[in-house]
């Protein structure tokens, strides 16, 4: 900076030149919120899963398509694919 065409706009203010950079302060991991944010959804996906029976209609190692089991369960093909998704990326299907 010392050879700058314009000295006058030098910023001998910022915190890098005070001695304290931006990197000394870190924000809270904001994880812990969001596992609570997302722990709510994921709680009433369960919940849905276990009133209509998905698991037990599943049932041990039986392999399934979307389309049989919605025709057992009588429910629309487009919702309970939603379900599944959300079952899937849970970890639990």
Same mark, same amino acid.
């Given at each position: 900076? /010392?050879?700058?065409? =314009?000295?006058?706009?030098?910023?001998?203010?910022? /915190? @890098?030149?005070?001695?304290?950079?931006?990197?000394? =302060?870190?924000?809270?991991?904001? &994880?812990? %919120?969001?596992?609570?944010?997302?722990? !709510?959804?994921? =709680?009433? %996906?369960? %919940? @849905? /899963?276990? *009133?209509?029976? #998905? !698991?037990?209609?599943?049932? @041990?190692?039986?392999? #399934?398509? &979307?389309?049989?089991?919605?025709? *057992?369960?009588?429910?629309?093909? @487009?919702?309970?694919?939603?379900?599944?998704? /959300?079952? #899937?990326?849970?970890? #639990?299907?």
């Amino acid at each position: 900076m /010392a050879n700058s065409p =314009y000295p006058e706009l030098k910023k001998t203010h910022t /915190a @890098a030149h005070t001695g304290t950079p931006w990197r000394d =302060y870190k924000p809270p991991p904001s &994880a812990t %919120v969001w596992n609570i944010i997302q722990g !709510f959804g994921n =709680y009433w %996906v369960l %919940v @849905a /899963a276990l *009133e209509l029976g #998905v !698991f037990d209609t599943i049932g @041990a190692g039986r392999s #399934v398509t &979307a389309d049989e089991l919605a025709h *057992e369960m009588d429910c629309p093909l @487009a919702h309970l694919r939603q379900l599944l998704d /959300a079952l #899937v990326a849970l970890g #639990v299907l």
